[in-house]
């Protein structure tokens, strides 16, 4: 290196400092392109001819090299208008270094034209506002086209330099030690491992810092490089500009004593209180965890927690250290390195880098959420649906087939707990940022579990470069923490698409959905039946068109029971143990949903069976009359006729949340008649249903005997309160005149009074009523038979069908007995004649039996001819006032025989008793196969 002794006439000329010495041998130098005074070749306008680049041309104590801007060449040559000139293109660059022991002072351009077009690139000094005077002290001095320049000739002064005395130095050990000093003193300084932290973009600004201090060595034109260990005594001269200390330029320092060693630069780190302090000027600083936020291309300010913050620069000054000029991009976390400087508005950072730090995501530290649980069933660490930020990406979970819980698993310590079904973690980039790494750390040992639909998951961690990114569990996950790194948004940013949603305006096209639909539900005047047993993981709903579940959603806290609620939720349609479910969805928090109070709920009511089909799945049914025995604590049969339905009042099965109870009634041995239940028809599985319990009482019978069948009510004494069970039962016909139903089953007949029956409908169910029994000879005595009936009291639960109306085949003498009383019984191969006065009409048969027809219903046309002999007549049996009748039920129940003649010859050759082919007996022969004594018989 150079040992030159002083540089004073430098600060002298750049910063007006005393004047500490003097400068002899002034020298004037003319490079004269007009009149080529140094016998260069000269080129033609239309050729590179005259090509100067590189080349360095000696003019006395000064020599001037002229560099190409890489495209164009520096040129020498010939212009018609203007005579032989120098031509310097924009980004070309030409100087002028003095001779050993020689100063430049000026440099003094003469031009053909009005303009010149530079910047000093080296060499520091002032130019004049016209561009055309330089004025300053320097070795060398080099200036940079901003344009094409045209030049004539160029004037040269240059100074020879007067060193001054040895004693004149003050002598230092720090870079504190010198920083104190007065400015223009002239110091000799020993560095002891002082280290180059930066090196500015002009190329002569040095950033040297010690243990004591830092300093900027200004216009050094060395080799030293950040990273540079420095060992050894320099002499230089101390000034300060704009607050900041600086040595003084290198072409006028001593470097023959300097030792030379490479290490990594340590910056000072700390928060942005700690490090802007006067004391840290020039030094090699770093901040971390701070929001950067941009202002234009070259600037920006960094804030931390605190509120405290520093403009962090990227400009157009020489002295700064960064290259990159549009590098700066906002960020919610970043660490910044750079050189602490000041400057008129106030101290800074010139930037060595700025890195955007991932934003941690950390499930071990309760903080994130506010909230933990200390084991796996602590309801305080539960995630339904939630969103979480920081640093600006958006971090949201989703309970799957179970919460999500931030708690303390087992032996992971705290983490978050993942359970699988639809997306279960989402995160979203901030505006301007894509993400480009997610590394997933996991709470124990086990498989990742986490599938998703972009980029690619390796070894824990997701790597694409997305706006967002949906994670669905496929297992149970434990994740300790996650770090997300992000990055500028290209444009090879992935987008990720918005969920498609399914409208659907009511619970049952809801559950028509299939299974892992998403779906905007409109629920309109919707009822909440019930919430599971803990309270939150399971809401039962139903509304006018069935019902289901809304399961592990942030919704749950909205929904009370027995209320009645409107409005829209997000949801995807699941089926677990044969229950359609409401899951949530990461659109969910835009549900919107008013309540109000209801008394009640809708009901379906009727019978075990009647209740117990799909259509009633997760709705409230009511069921009367049955009984329950329990067959635990928590479980038992519902029982009603043949049908019976478990009761469950426990706790969860296979996925299976259920209805929350005082459990009093339930309870091993407990047995219960006639109870009125209500419930939630669920699905226990796929096959079977039971019922989670809303309510459920015994209440005392209303009834004195309870019967089965109607024989048996027949033969309970008079006025007694019977409850009486129906089985296929049939009602034969009505009688307007006594308001009465002729009602039969597989025992017996009955008449039933007092409620709206239909004829030729089969009954199921039971009737509640009194028994009566009415002497039906109203002349003779003793009596002839008796009435049977129920007069019904109270409301029944019955089920009515349409059911054919086929009579019992019997002979006039089977019929006339008192156990047919009301029954629908069909007579074969009878004649018909009048007697007394028209009204009734004797049957006579082919064994000479008799028995009474009389139209008592009044379901014959008014015209209505009888026959004179009937094939077939079915009507009901009833005692009236002296003898049995057959009452047709209809004209269509008498068919007429035209087979008289036959039938009288043949009825006398029966003796043994006849059937037809069906095995039905015959009063006689008749057209057709007879069987007679095991043998066929065939009358035409």
């Given at each position: 290196?150079?040992?030159?002794?002083?540089?004073?006439?430098v600060?002298c000329?750049?910063?007006?400092?005393?004047f500490?010495g003097s400068?002899?041998?002034v020298?004037?130098?003319?490079?004269?392109?007009?009149?080529?005074?140094?016998?260069?070749?000269?080129?033609?306008?239309?050729s590179q001819d005259?090509?100067?680049s590189?080349?360095d041309?000696?003019?006395?104590d000064?020599?001037m090299?002229?560099?190409?801007s890489?495209?164009?060449?520096?040129r020498y040559y010939?212009?018609?208008?203007?005579?032989n000139q120098l031509?310097?293109?924009?980004?070309g660059r030409?100087?002028?270094t003095?001779?050993?022991?020689?100063?430049?002072?000026?440099?003094e351009?003469?031009?053909s034209?009005?303009q010149?077009?530079?910047?000093v690139?080296?060499g520091g000094g002032?130019?004049?506002?016209d561009m055309?005077?330089?004025e300053?002290?320097?070795?060398?001095?080099r200036?940079l086209?901003?344009?094409t320049?045209?030049i004539?000739?160029?004037y040269?002064?240059?100074?020879?330099?007067?060193t001054?005395q040895?004693?004149?130095f003050?002598?230092?050990?720090?870079?504190?030690?010198?920083?104190?000093l007065?400015d223009?003193?002239?110091?000799?300084?020993t560095l002891?491992?002082a280290?180059v932290t930066?090196?500015?973009i002009?190329?002569w600004?040095?950033y040297v810092?010690d243990a004591?201090a830092?300093?900027?060595?200004y216009?050094?034109d060395d080799?030293?490089?950040a990273?540079d260990v420095?060992n050894?005594t320099?002499?230089?001269?101390?000034?300060?500009?704009?607050?900041?200390?600086r040595?003084?330029?290198?072409?006028?320092?001593?470097f023959?004593?300097l030792t030379?060693?490479?290490a990594?630069a340590e910056?000072?780190?700390?928060?942005i209180?700690?490090?802007k302090t006067a004391?840290?000027?020039?030094?090699?600083v770093k901040?971390?965890?701070?929001?950067?936020?941009v202002?234009?291309?070259t600037?920006?300010?960094?804030t931390?927690?605190?509120?405290?913050?520093i403009v962090?620069f990227?400009?157009?000054?020489g002295m700064?250290?960064?290259a990159?000029?549009?590098?700066?991009s906002?960020?919610?976390?970043a660490?910044?390195?750079?050189i602490l400087?000041?400057v008129s508005?106030g101290?800074?950072?010139?930037?060595l880098s700025i890195?955007?730090?991932p934003?941690?995501f950390?499930?071990?530290n309760?903080?994130?959420?506010g909230?933990?649980?200390?084991a796996?069933?602590?309801t305080?660490g539960?995630?339904y649906?939630?969103?979480?930020t920081v640093?600006?990406?958006?971090?949201?979970?989703?309970?799957?087939s179970?919460?999500?819980?931030?708690?303390y698993?087992n032996?992971?310590?705290?983490?978050l707990?993942m359970?699988k079904?639809y997306?279960?973690l989402?995160?979203?980039a901030?505006?301007?940022k894509?993400?480009t790494?997610?590394?997933?750390?996991q709470a124990?040992?086990?498989n990742?579990n986490l599938t998703?639909?972009n980029?690619?998951?390796?070894?824990?961690t997701?790597q694409g470069?997305?706006?967002?990114?949906?994670f669905?569990?496929s297992?149970?996950?434990y994740l300790k923490n996650?770090?997300?790194t992000l990055a500028?948004?290209?444009?090879d940013?992935?987008?990720?698409p918005d969920?498609?949603?399914?409208?659907?305006?009511n619970i049952a096209?809801f559950?028509?959905?299939?299974d892992?639909?998403?779906?905007?539900?409109t629920l309109?005047d919707a009822?909440?039946?019930?919430?599971?047993?803990?309270?939150y993981?399971?809401?039962f709903?139903q509304?006018?068109?069935?019902?289901?579940w809304i399961?592990y959603t942030?919704?749950?806290d909205?929904?009370?029971?027995?209320t009645?609620v409107s409005?829209t939720?997000?949801?995807?349609?699941r089926v677990?143990?044969?229950n359609?479910q409401l899951?949530?969805?990461?659109?969910?928090p835009?549900?919107?949903l008013?309540a109000?109070?209801?008394s009640d709920?809708a009901?379906?009511?009727?019978t075990?069976?009647?209740?117990n089909?799909?259509?009633?799945l997760?709705?409230?049914?009511r069921?009367?009359?049955?009984?329950?025995?329990?067959?635990s604590?928590t479980a038992g049969?519902?029982?009603?006729?043949?049908?019976?339905i478990?009761?469950n009042?426990?706790?969860?099965?296979?996925n299976?949340?259920?209805?929350?109870i005082?459990?009093t009634?339930?309870?091993?041995e407990t047995?219960?008649?006639?109870?009125?239940?209500?419930a939630?028809?669920v699905a226990?599985?796929?096959t079977?249903?039971q019922l989670?319990p809303i309510?459920m009482e015994?209440?005392?019978?209303?009834?004195?005997?309870?019967?089965?069948?109607i024989?048996?009510?027949?033969a309970?004494?008079?006025?007694?309160l019977?409850k009486?069970?129906?089985?296929?039962?049939r009602?034969n016909?009505y009688n307007?005149l006594?308001n009465?139903?002729?009602?039969?089953?597989?025992?017996a007949?009955?008449?039933?009074k007092g409620v709206?029956?239909?004829a030729?409908t089969?009954?199921?169910?039971?009737?509640?009523?009194?028994?009566?029994?009415?002497?039906?000879?109203?002349?003779?005595?003793p009596?002839?038979?008796y009435?049977?009936s129920m007069?019904?009291?109270?409301?029944?639960?019955?089920?009515?069908?349409?059911?054919?109306?086929?009579?019992?085949?019997m002979?006039i003498?089977?019929?006339c007995?008192q156990?047919t009383y009301g029954?629908?019984?069909?007579l074969?191969?009878?004649?018909?004649?009048?007697?007394?006065?028209?009204?009734?009409?004797m049957?006579t048969?082919?064994?000479?039996n008799t028995?009474?027809?009389?139209d008592?219903?009044g379901?014959l046309p008014?015209?209505y001819?009888?026959p004179a002999n009937a094939?077939?007549?079915?009507?009901?049996?009833?005692y009236?006032?002296?003898?049995w009748?057959?009452i047709?039920i209809s004209?269509?129940?008498?068919?007429?025989?035209t087979t008289?003649?036959v039938?009288a010859?043949?009825?006398?050759?029966a003796?043994?008793?006849?059937?037809?082919?069906?095995g039905?007996?015959?009063s006689s022969?008749?057209k057709g196969i007879n069987i007679?004594?095991g043998k066929?018989?065939?009358?035409?």
């Amino acid at each position: 290196m150079k040992r030159i002794s002083t540089f004073w006439l430098v600060l002298c000329a750049l910063l007006a400092l005393p004047f500490s010495g003097s400068a002899q041998g002034v020298t004037k130098t003319l490079f004269d392109f007009q009149q080529n005074n140094l016998g260069l070749t000269v080129g033609t306008s239309a050729s590179q001819d005259g090509n100067l680049s590189g080349r360095d041309i000696v003019n006395g104590d000064v020599t001037m090299r002229a560099t190409s801007s890489g495209t164009m060449h520096a040129r020498y040559y010939y212009l018609a208008s203007r005579g032989n000139q120098l031509q310097v293109i924009k980004d070309g660059r030409l100087r002028f270094t003095a001779a050993e022991g020689k100063v430049i002072t000026k440099v003094e351009f003469v031009l053909s034209t009005t303009q010149i077009h530079w910047s000093v690139d080296l060499g520091g000094g002032t130019l004049s506002a016209d561009m055309k005077t330089w004025e300053g002290a320097a070795t060398s001095v080099r200036f940079l086209g901003t344009g094409t320049n045209y030049i004539d000739s160029i004037y040269v002064t240059t100074a020879t330099v007067v060193t001054p005395q040895a004693d004149q130095f003050t002598e230092v050990s720090s870079l504190a030690e010198l920083n104190a000093l007065a400015d223009g003193t002239l110091a000799r300084l020993t560095l002891s491992n002082a280290q180059v932290t930066a090196r500015g973009i002009d190329g002569w600004t040095v950033y040297v810092q010690d243990a004591t201090a830092a300093a900027h060595f200004y216009l050094m034109d060395d080799d030293l490089q950040a990273g540079d260990v420095l060992n050894g005594t320099i002499e230089v001269t101390k000034y300060t500009q704009t607050g900041n200390p600086r040595i003084g330029p290198a072409e006028y320092t001593t470097f023959d004593g300097l030792t030379v060693t490479k290490a990594e630069a340590e910056p000072l780190a700390g928060s942005i209180a700690d490090i802007k302090t006067a004391a840290n000027l020039n030094r090699l600083v770093k901040i971390s965890g701070v929001k950067f936020d941009v202002e234009s291309k070259t600037k920006g300010t960094a804030t931390d927690a605190e509120g405290n913050s520093i403009v962090v620069f990227n400009g157009t000054s020489g002295m700064s250290p960064y290259a990159i000029k549009e590098d700066l991009s906002s960020c919610a976390k970043a660490t910044i390195v750079g050189i602490l400087y000041n400057v008129s508005a106030g101290l800074q950072i010139y930037p060595l880098s700025i890195e955007e730090e991932p934003t941690v995501f950390d499930f071990s530290n309760s903080t994130l959420c506010g909230y933990a649980g200390t084991a796996l069933t602590d309801t305080k660490g539960y995630i339904y649906n939630e969103v979480f930020t920081v640093d600006g990406v958006a971090m949201q979970v989703l309970a799957g087939s179970a919460p999500s819980r931030l708690t303390y698993a087992n032996n992971r310590d705290t983490c978050l707990v993942m359970y699988k079904d639809y997306p279960s973690l989402k995160f979203t980039a901030p505006a301007g940022k894509a993400i480009t790494k997610i590394e997933f750390t996991q709470a124990g040992s086990g498989n990742l579990n986490l599938t998703t639909d972009n980029g690619t998951v390796s070894d824990h961690t997701w790597q694409g470069n997305a706006d967002g990114v949906r994670f669905l569990a496929s297992g149970t996950v434990y994740l300790k923490n996650a770090v997300v790194t992000l990055a500028n948004k290209g444009d090879d940013t992935y987008a990720l698409p918005d969920i498609e949603y399914t409208e659907v305006s009511n619970i049952a096209a809801f559950n028509a959905l299939q299974d892992g639909t998403y779906a905007k539900l409109t629920l309109t005047d919707a009822e909440v039946i019930g919430k599971s047993a803990d309270g939150y993981s399971t809401v039962f709903i139903q509304d006018a068109t069935g019902g289901a579940w809304i399961q592990y959603t942030s919704l749950n806290d909205q929904l009370t029971e027995q209320t009645k609620v409107s409005g829209t939720v997000y949801a995807a349609k699941r089926v677990a143990s044969g229950n359609p479910q409401l899951k949530e969805t990461e659109a969910t928090p835009a549900s919107e949903l008013t309540a109000a109070a209801i008394s009640d709920y809708a009901t379906v009511e009727g019978t075990i069976a009647q209740v117990n089909v799909a259509a009633n799945l997760n709705k409230v049914v009511r069921i009367t009359g049955a009984s329950f025995v329990a067959t635990s604590a928590t479980a038992g049969t519902l029982k009603l006729g043949d049908d019976e339905i478990t009761v469950n009042n426990g706790t969860a099965t296979a996925n299976q949340q259920l209805h929350k109870i005082d459990a009093t009634w339930v309870k091993e041995e407990t047995k219960m008649e006639n109870v009125t239940i209500v419930a939630i028809l669920v699905a226990a599985s796929a096959t079977k249903n039971q019922l989670l319990p809303i309510s459920m009482e015994e209440v005392a019978a209303p009834f004195d005997v309870e019967v089965a069948s109607i024989a048996e009510f027949n033969a309970v004494e008079d006025g007694k309160l019977v409850k009486l069970s129906l089985n296929n039962a049939r009602v034969n016909a009505y009688n307007d005149l006594q308001n009465a139903y002729y009602v039969e089953d597989a025992t017996a007949a009955t008449v039933i009074k007092g409620v709206n029956l239909t004829a030729g409908t089969a009954l199921n169910g039971y009737l509640l009523g009194t028994k009566a029994t009415e002497d039906v000879d109203y002349v003779n005595t003793p009596s002839q038979g008796y009435e049977y009936s129920m007069t019904v009291t109270d409301a029944s639960n019955i089920v009515a069908t349409a059911t054919e109306l086929v009579g019992t085949p019997m002979t006039i003498a089977e019929a006339c007995a008192q156990a047919t009383y009301g029954k629908l019984v069909t007579l074969s191969n009878v004649a018909i004649a009048p007697i007394g006065n028209g009204r009734n009409l004797m049957l006579t048969d082919a064994e000479g039996n008799t028995m009474k027809t009389r139209d008592l219903l009044g379901v014959l046309p008014f015209d209505y001819e009888w026959p004179a002999n009937a094939k077939t007549i079915t009507g009901v049996v009833l005692y009236y006032m002296t003898g049995w009748f057959l009452i047709p039920i209809s004209a269509s129940a008498i068919v007429e025989d035209t087979t008289v003649g036959v039938r009288a010859a043949t009825v006398q050759t029966a003796a043994a008793p006849v059937y037809n082919i069906q095995g039905i007996r015959q009063s006689s022969l008749h057209k057709g196969i007879n069987i007679v004594g095991g043998k066929k018989i065939a009358v035409k």
